[in-house]
């Protein structure tokens, strides 16, 4: 999620940046992109990379190993203030909704209330939890609609070791789905099927090109470039 100084487990990136990472993490994959802000305002990638784990790590330590292995490369050349990645998760390690806030409550109190709602939806306790929120509109006489994402917090931890581990800092985690959305709709390109090009040669605006409805979503997700759109929408999300 973005849009908070959140110390919950999913905070913020502090500034605006040049160039970011982003990454799409699987059962079996990671998907590595970088983007680089252009003269022109764009970001187009510069960096885009398509990992497999061996088919014999059938160990969850041997997985981590690879992929703290695999991290060290992208990364070997870049100064340590640039060795910083934001990660989307699939749909099984994040938890994801809209929370319908009265607009009463104080901020801390809307805290607590995400936290039991993120709880609620892993089946947890609420300290097992690390999640983010931000609120959509401002509050009315009807409340206002609020975005969270949550996912473990053991598993949190673990994926912030691994990126320790491997060189890199990991500030922002967000759902796969509202990275590929942030994509799909700043891709530049025909408003039809602006995806179709290989995603090397994508180039993003840095504000929408396209509505939420301009998309046709089930196609889209069940296309072979869905993963390629997150890993570039978590890139794409430290430069706007």
Same mark, same amino acid.
């Given at each position: 999620?973005?849009?908070?100084?959140?110390?919950?487990?999913?905070?913020?990136?502090?500034?605006?940046?040049?160039?970011?990472?982003?990454?799409?993490?699987?059962?079996?994959?990671?998907?590595?992109?970088?983007?680089?802000?252009?003269?022109?305002?764009?970001?187009?990638?510069?960096?885009?990379?398509?990992?497999?784990?061996?088919?014999?790590?059938?160990?969850?330590?041997?997985?981590?190993?690879?992929?703290?292995q695999?991290?060290?490369?992208?990364?070997?050349?870049?100064?340590?203030?640039?060795?910083?990645?934001?990660?989307?998760?699939?749909?099984?390690?994040?938890?994801?909704?809209?929370?319908?806030?009265?607009?009463?409550?104080d901020?801390?109190?809307?805290?607590?209330?995400?936290?039991?709602?993120?709880?609620?939806?892993?089946?947890?306790?609420?300290?097992?939890?690390g999640?983010?929120?931000?609120?959509?509109?401002?509050?009315?006489?009807?409340? /206002?609609?609020? %975005?969270? !994402?949550? $996912? +473990? #917090?053991?598993h949190?931890? =673990?994926?912030?070791q691994? *990126?320790r @581990?491997?060189?890199?800092?990991?500030?922002?985690?967000?759902?796969e789905?509202? /990275?590929?959305? %942030?994509? !799909?709709? $700043? +891709? #530049?390109?025909?408003?039809? =099927?602006?995806?179709?090009? *290989?995603? @090397?040669?994508?180039?993003?605006?840095l504000?929408?090109?396209?509505?939420?409805?301009?998309?046709?979503?089930?196609?889209?997700?069940?296309?072979?470039?869905?993963?390629?759109?997150?890993?570039?929408?978590?890139?794409l999300?430290?430069?706007?």
């Amino acid at each position: 999620m973005q849009g908070s100084q959140s110390r919950r487990g999913f905070p913020v990136w502090r500034r605006p940046r040049a160039s970011a990472w982003g990454a799409m993490l699987d059962q079996q994959d990671i998907l590595l992109a970088a983007l680089s802000l252009q003269q022109t305002g764009c970001a187009r990638v510069v960096v885009f990379e398509h990992l497999r784990a061996p088919d014999g790590l059938v160990h969850p330590a041997e997985r981590d190993q690879w992929l703290v292995q695999t991290l060290r490369g992208p990364g070997a050349h870049l100064p340590t203030r640039l060795r910083t990645m934001a990660l989307a998760l699939s749909e099984d390690r994040c938890r994801h909704g809209v929370y319908a806030w009265d607009g009463l409550s104080d901020p801390r109190g809307l805290e607590m209330e995400i936290q039991l709602e993120a709880a609620a939806a892993w089946g947890v306790e609420p300290q097992a939890v690390g999640f983010d929120f931000c609120v959509l509109q401002a509050p009315s006489a009807a409340g /206002a609609p609020v %975005r969270w !994402a949550a $996912c +473990l #917090r053991e598993h949190l931890l =673990q994926w912030r070791q691994h *990126a320790r @581990q491997a060189g890199w800092q990991l500030p922002v985690v967000e759902p796969e789905r509202q /990275a590929a959305e %942030r994509a !799909a709709l $700043c +891709l #530049r390109g025909d408003a039809q =099927q602006p995806w179709a090009e *290989a995603p @090397q040669d994508w180039q993003f605006s840095l504000k929408p090109e396209r509505g939420l409805p301009d998309v046709d979503w089930p196609q889209l997700q069940a296309g072979p470039l869905w993963r390629s759109l997150v890993a570039c929408g978590a890139a794409l999300g430290a430069l706007q």
